[in-house]
């Protein structure tokens, strides 16, 4: 019983020993680093989909069933999707809404 602990330990420890040696064999990476003020901060998704992204700023009503856990003034965004100016945004953003505004990245009333 005790000859297979043993050789247990024995394997565990020689692969324990050879560990470092082959962690050290690895190739390093062959990818250049690019300084940081040369990439874009912003993935390329994001700079084809901000000019439709608008920010909401909402007013409810003080009587509206929503008010009480969500408040009279939200602040959220939405995303145009539509020549018209149709937008979609979370619904519970809207519930209750007596005032809507939606304003473009550069502060303009859409």
């Known amino acids: ?25 690895a190739p390093a990476s062959r990818e250049p680093r690019l300084h940081p003020g040369d990439v874009s901060m912003l993935p390329s998704f994001v700079r084809r989909v901000e000019p439709s992204v608008v920010g909401l700023r909402v007013r409810a009503s003080e009587h509206g069933a929503s008010a009480a856990r969500l408040g009279t003034r939200r602040f959220g965004s939405g995303l145009v999707f539509d020549a018209r100016g149709y937008a ?16 473009g990245r550069d502060g303009r009333a859409v």
């Open 1 to 25: 019983m005790e000859a297979p602990m043993i050789r247990r330990a024995l394997v565990t420890l020689a692969v324990l020993a050879l560990a470092p040696s082959v962690a050290a064999a």
């Open 88 to 103: 979609v945004t979370v619904s519970y953003l809207l519930l209750d809404a007596v005032a809507i505004e939606a304003r």
